[in-house]
């Protein structure tokens, strides 16, 4: 399983913006799905975006038009592009590849923090 590593969480102010990267140990294009889940303070992990292996993007309903995914294979590294965030926005981060159809062929990073006051 590949090994990811999430960095570009902070504290941003609503309206502001910040970009996630998720560094994976083996190559990024070769997984069915890569994406980004998000944990709010008390709250169960939920699904924000994904990417197939042909790159076709899905999104949850809260932050279409204002998040984007994305990857660089040449860097082994995905992306969250998050602009015009909202405090509800707030939580932990984590990406995720999942190999197979099966979301136990998944691999998790350990998460980045991101904070949105008002």
Do not use: H
């Amino acid at each position: 399983q590949a090994q990811l590593v999430e960095s570009g969480g902070g504290d941003v102010q609503t309206g502001g913006s910040l970009r996630l990267s998720c560094v994976a140990s083996q190559n990024i294009a070769s997984p069915k799905f890569v994406g980004w889940y998000r944990q709010g303070p008390g709250d169960q992990r939920d699904f924000v975006a994904s990417l197939t292996r042909a790159d076709v993007a899905d999104y949850a309903d809260s932050v279409k038009g204002r998040f984007t995914i994305s990857r660089d294979n040449a860097k082994n590294t995905l992306y969250l592009q998050m602009d015009s965030l909202k405090p509800e926005d707030t939580g932990v981060y984590y990406c995720y590849s999942q190999s197979g159809f099966s979301i136990t062929s998944r691999s998790w990073g350990q998460g980045t923090k991101v904070t949105v006051s008002s």
